[in-house]
């Protein structure tokens, strides 16, 4: 057993600061107190998120880093593609953001600004740099070292008005031996160095270790008390915690945010809403940080949105601006298949475990409807098609109707996630319930359900999360109303 003095790890927080597919968060100060936060966003645009918070815990989403054509190319994008990890910084009273967008290389994307919701610039490309999850970092003279992932963690000097590489790469500390190091992330605190590195691949094994040393260039030293932060072997309610971002308040206090996931039902459990970022406080011991207490809301918010007159910020495209799919006219929306004949879709990111989003919409010129999807090929559909309203339901290679119901102009489609009605302890009891119904002149009609293990990334894989919105497989659909609700919900049923 330990002695007495041996410190314990501290808890997790239970609770994330941004819910929902919003991971590799990374953080900075701004020049008046706040913080800003962004997060990868994949094939789905705008992408990068930002969000402003006063505290750390509260946070409100204030734009998107690239957010029109020229700075953000998704062109037959997978799913899993486009914009991964970003880093940010506020430096020289401008705010940086480096990240990878892997379908439109080669090399590193730069965008800076002067306020936080933008205008983001058009973007500096760094050709030279390959790889994943790229970092900037400035000494006192104003040398800016980016160091990122490729096979390992490098660094090379960079001139960031131009993207030119200054300096050949050179390899850096890469962990402690884990798979996959990537996510790091340079900090100077007084005259010491200190490099943030993920290990252990972004799953069961995700961990974060931190080193030291004299310059930015090392040589690091490891921490005694790595990893600084992980979840692999505990109980707790949040797994897979890591890539990790170190933040100075203005008191001189730390704090890291980081992502982790929320497995839920049965062995070996099922995360649906994706990857979200989580928060804790830091200390300082012996001149290394160390894990502190959690940072989390009192509870989650619940959200009401709807679709009316604007479209709202926290709508995003698959592969596509919103807008370019989504159109206002008159007092109706109308949105588009892609031009190629692929499915289009439009929609927001699931943030709590019950929702309910519904939608009244017209299919005469095509065929469409409400989804809630991981990717393509893991979805419910309620689609409306010739007359008739169906549940269907894609998993991979599989398609089943789940149950059809006649549609008329009054008809509205609703789109349901519940909480498992299985026992706690039985191997059937999925991470949720998706279910498809109708309110239609014969009152509300089930049409069909599905286990929401079927749209998990533990099936599904890649590095996303459930998205619910309006999708149209064929012609053009037009949208009368959509409201989406969602909430913590009652505790699940043991």
């Known amino acids: 057993m330990p002695d007495a003095t041996t410190p314990t790890a501290p808890d997790l927080p239970t609770r994330p600061v941004v819910a929902g597919f919003h991971p590799d968060p990374t953080v900075c100060r701004t020049g008046d107190g706040d913080f800003l936060l962004a997060c990868s966003s994949f094939e789905y645009a705008p992408g990068v998120p930002l969000f402003r918070s006063p505290d750390l815990v509260s946070w409100e989403l204030v734009g998107h880093a690239l957010d029109r054509p020229s700075q953000l190319v998704l062109d037959g994008v997978a799913p899993s593609g486009g914009v991964y990890a970003p880093t940010l910084r506020h430096h020289d009273g401008r705010f940086w953001l480096v990240t990878t967008n892997v379908s439109d290389g080669p090399g590193h994307l730069l965008v800076t600004a002067t306020e936080p919701a933008g205008p983001w610039s058009e973007p500096v490309?760094?050709?030279?740099a390959g790889g994943i999850d790229p970092d900037l970092a400035w000494d006192d003279d104003g040398t800016c070292y980016l160091t990122w992932s490729d096979d390992g963690i490098v660094q090379a000097v960079l001139d960031p008005s131009t993207g030119d590489l200054l300096t050949a790469p050179r390899r850096l500390w890469s962990g402690t031996g884990g798979r996959d190091p990537e996510g790091p992330h340079l900090y100077r605190v007084g005259s010491t160095w200190y490099l943030l590195v993920s290990e252990g691949g972004t799953g069961h094994g995700h961990a974060v270790s931190v080193a030291r040393g004299p310059s930015p260039a090392g040589p690091f030293d490891p921490s005694p008390h790595n990893p600084l932060l992980t979840a692999r072997g505990r109980a707790t309610a949040v797994q897979h915690t890591g890539h990790a971002d170190l933040v100075e308040r203005s008191d001189g206090s730390w704090a890291v945010v980081f992502l982790g996931v929320r497995h839920e039902g049965a062995f070996p459990g099922w995360h649906v809403r994706g990857r979200e970022t989580f928060a804790a406080q830091v200390v300082w011991r012996d001149g290394w940080p160390v894990l502190g207490d959690p940072l989390e809301p009192p509870a989650e918010p619940d959200v009401r949105e709807v679709l009316d007159g604007a479209l709202p910020p926290t709508w995003v495209g698959a592969g596509a601006l919103p807008g370019d799919l989504l159109r206002r006219t008159g007092d109706a929306w109308v949105l588009t298949a892609g031009t190629d004949g692929a499915r289009s879709f439009v929609g927001r990111r699931q943030e709590h475990a019950v929702t309910t989003t519904r939608a009244r919409v017209d299919a005469t010129d095509g065929a469409g409807g409400l989804e809630v999807r991981l990717d393509p090929r893991h979805a419910v559909s309620l689609e409306v098609d010739d007359g008739t309203v169906r549940a269907v339901a894609r998993i991979g290679s599989l398609t089943s109707v789940l149950g059809e119901a006649p549609w008329t102009p009054a008809t509205?489609?609703?789109?349901?996630?519940?909480?498992?009605?299985?026992?706690?302890?039985?191997?059937?009891?999925?991470?949720?319930?998706?279910?498809?119904?109708?309110?239609?002149?014969?009152?509300?009609?089930?049409?069909?359900?599905?286990?929401?293990?079927?749209?998990?990334?533990?099936?599904?894989?890649?590095?996303?999360?459930?998205?619910?919105?309006?999708?149209?497989?064929?012609?053009?659909?037009?949208?009368?109303?959509?409201?989406?609700?969602?909430?913590?919900?009652?505790?699940?049923?043991?």
Not at 419 to 443: I, L, M, Y
Not at 466 to 478: A, D, K, M, N
């Open 125 to 128: 490309r760094i050709r030279d």
């Open 412 to 494: 509205v489609l609703d789109l349901r996630t519940v909480h498992s009605d299985a026992p706690r302890w039985s191997r059937e009891r999925g991470p949720d319930v998706v279910v498809a119904a109708v309110d239609g002149p014969d009152g509300r009609v089930d049409l069909g359900r599905l286990d929401g293990r079927y749209l998990s990334t533990e099936v599904a894989g890649g590095f996303t999360g459930r998205l619910v919105g309006l999708t149209c497989r064929r012609g053009s659909l037009v949208v009368r109303a959509v409201e989406h609700v969602g909430t913590a919900g009652p505790a699940p049923s043991s």
